[in-house]
């Protein structure tokens, strides 16, 4: 059964981070691009961030340039977003999700939904003003 869980998530005041983590299990994690969404709340799900499967690219929406960044531990199956300098603006539900990428596709192409068959349940980031 293919699984991601997100943890990492909370409150945090202007300013400060947090960092996103996504566990997953069930695939052949090291054949997969990652990427990582948001949704708030009544607005549409947007794109965050995408690392391609070896980990060598990464794209980042222009929203969080400088101050997200997106990594990952094929060794421990997980998906990080390290996210600073926190916004009241970010504030929303983070979802991780994962595409399979049989070639080595770069993380641009990972930088829509649509690429992406597997999600995760998500985790509340909330940031106080």
């Known amino acids: 059964q293919v699984q991601l869980v997100e943890s990492g998530g909370g409150l945090v005041q202007a300013g400060g981070s947090l960092r996103l983590s996504c566990a997953a299990s069930?695939?052949?994690?090291?054949?997969?691009?990652l990427g990582w969404f948001r949704q708030a709340a009544g607005k549409e799900r947007e794109f965050v961030a995408a690392?391609?499967?070896?980990?060598?690219?990464?794209d980042v929406a222009d929203s969080v340039k400088g101050r997200f960044t997106i990594s990952r531990d094929n060794a421990e199956n997980t998906v990080y977003l390290q996210m600073n300098n926190l916004k009241p603006e970010d504030t929303a539900v983070y979802y991780c999700?994962?595409?399979?990428?049989?070639?080595?596709?770069?993380?641009?192409?990972?930088?829509?939904?649509?690429?992406?068959?597997?999600w995760g349940q998500g985790t509340q980031v909330t940031v106080s003003s």
């Open positions: 999700a994962a595409g399979s990428s049989p070639t080595s596709l770069s993380a641009r192409y990972f930088s829509t939904g649509d690429r992406y068959a597997t």
């Open positions: 069930g695939l052949p994690f090291s054949t997969y691009a």
């Open positions: 690392i391609s499967r070896s980990g060598t690219s990464t």
